[in-house]
């Protein structure tokens, strides 16, 4: 079973994408409210994928992937973003993220990117 | 509703991380009207509480929630970004707070299993064109969106080429790959972007249409319809960039060309470059710092995540447990005092026992202690209430908050939340005079509220006091007299039997009932309320100085510490922070008065003395003070004793509330309630401040 940790400040959007994730049998290790716990536990759980949303207090999405990066430059990390957030999804994107999710998005949109990413 | 999510947990939490997230807006909104700007913090926790609630309302579909919060959003990145320094706060304050109301409303509707139908076009028009007046007064930086349409007039179609120019001909294979995203993923441009942005590992000759990905919205329509064209050179074969180009996230449709010669590529090779050296750079280093990690980690791995972490439990599950704690409690003294064992030596058992009460104190101290939150929501909520009255009757009035840190059972504070806002629409209706009133008066133009919080023995008082006009006493008696609630000739009455007449059913002193306090119900309300929590409501008013409501309210309603003592064939128990000493008086400190009243001094001291006996008629054969045990107990700094004819012992007894056809038939005077004692029997708990009023 493949490993997540989730990252987002929002207990909800956890809460729905475990829900999602766990239905189609991926395991979850963790969950983390902001950047820096994300940090941590990723140091702590060693994930196969990280879900990684991008506006949250303490220390951002972004920020927070690149201290995955630097800590392990193969780590897996989807960012969730809205709508009208192109540009950090971008920074996202050079800084290593390896896709990214559209808010509000379906099970199928999800499952997609997800699987796909761990093929490669 | 949603057809995609209808699982209610995620409904739950929705509505309780909106409503919290709502409650931290609103306290957000209220400071910063209060310092009358939005400071950076401010902005950006606000535009971070939108952002989320637009992402979860999203999810569950409900669209009118997420467009509301998406306009606040833009509005607050605006604020953000553009820091403009001609912000109107008042009417910004105002949107946001009939946004939060808007908000509040559905989720209302959510919980109570309705549809969130609301409609906030207008709100969300009124916030857009406040955001244009902001933009507008803002011109030094004009809005990302015109500078947009101005760049695409000027600068049409235009090819990108992203990599330095290095000769065209070092790489053998020439491909053209147009691809196509599912529909609906979102942010086509980005992902174009990702696409290149993978590639650049195989070859630094990209050459991509539409160009501008990142910056301009209007090629996401382009790269929908027409697909995201890809020109390229590498070594790699078909099968390796057919690969690739596979790993696309979101791919619909790839179509991959290998070209026969360059000539479609030259083209783009005339025009504007940018180096990519850096990523270049990078790439070797990154494989070191991958190493070192790596051997980082394997230590890491030995030693165990030290961090704390937080769990929601639902607070039915904590009742059960408090529940389970106090019968626990029970159980323990049944066997501990099991009349079995009287007489019996058991030092073994005497241990043992000890023990089990020590670990059943802890657990039940720290049971209590998870219950335990602090009034400070409760009291932060009251800056909205005065906001609003203050805005519709044009009254200036400053709240004052003490001791907000006090903590008190979650049962109770969801009780009193009601009462405190009634309350305080009072004072501020009633209780407070308008500007010129008051400056007539030489006070200050701003009215005052001072809402306190202080812990005093087992009890919790909330002070709500106001500097207006006071309580009039002839309005009261006249009141009183019309609706038929005066229960003794009023020149029997102090000034605080009268100011408390208010707090009985029927009474409002307020011909005019208006929007916000009266309703047609009175202060009765706010007494029903904190009597039901076990607490007593009592109101003080000096005319043209204020008034101060008090609010005593218990700690919590399950566990208290008591001594037991018996009365003839009565057990009765005080709880024992009340208790200040017992002695066996001596014949010559009793003192009785003309009147008959017995008194007893202590260290020069006159106190009181309450015959138990006396009081409930009680059977007992010690009737002389020197037999007994007198009990000295205090309250809000009042004392008397109580005599007894003795003292049983000290234990924690769980407080049960006198049955029904008791309450029915007569309120007792000085009982707080009731407690099952180890041996099985009855006790009756004493409500010392009730029995110092007796």
Redesign the interface.
Known sequence: MKKVLIVD?????R??IR?ILEKNGFEIVGEAENGE?GV?KY??L?PDLVTMDI???EMTGIEALKHIK?????AKVVMF????Q??M??EA??NGAK?????????D?VM??LN??L?? | MSV??T?E??LD??I???TQLIEQLEQSILNSEKSSCYTEDAIN?I??IM??I???S??M?FNNISTLAHSM??LF?FLREEKPSNVDCSTLSDLLLEGVDFIKLEVEKLKNGDNADGDAAALIDRINKFLSVLRQGNNSTVSTKEIKVGQIDTKKQQYYISQSKVEASTYNNAYKAIIYF?D????E???A??VI?NLKDFTDQIFYLPDDI?DN?ECIEAIRNGGFKVYLKTDCSYEEMHKIFM?T??LKNLELIQLENDDELKQFLEEKEFTDQEYFNKAPC??A??KE?KEY?DK?LHSP?T?QSMISVSVSKLDKLMDLVGEMVIAEAMVIQNPDLKDLELDNFQKAARQLNKITDEMQDMVMSIRMVPLSATFHKMHRVVRDMCKKLGKEVELKIFGEETEVDKNIIEHISDPLMHLVRNAIDHGIEPHEDRLAKGKSQAGIITLEAKNAGSEVQVIVKDDGKGLSKEGILKKAKENGVLYKSQEDMTDREIFNLIFLPGFSTKDSITEFSGRGVGMDVVTKNIETIGGSVSVDSVPEKGTIIMLKIPLTLAIIDGMNIRVGKSRYTIPTISIKESFRPNEGDIITDPDGNEMIMVRGQCYPILRLHEIYRVKTGITNFVDGIIIMVEQDGKSTCIFADELLGQQQVVVKSLPEYIKNYKKIGGLAGCTLLGDGSISLILDVGGLINI
């Open positions: 400040d929002a207990a909800f959007m809460l729905t829900s716990k941590q140091k702590e060693k506006t949250m207090p630097e800590y392990d430059p193969n973003s809205a709508m009208g192109e540009l999804v971008r994107i050079i896709s990214f999710i559209v808010k509000p998005f379906t099970e949109h997609q990117v796909k990413i093929i490669i | 995609q999510y699982n947990p995620m939490m929705l309780f991380e909106t926790e535009f971070r952002h989320t637009k992402g979860s999203a999810m579909m959003e833009d990145y599912e609906g993923c979102g942010m441009n980005i992902r972007y990702s942005h990142i919205d790993q996230i979101f990154q494989h710092i991958y990690a980690t890491e995540p961090q």
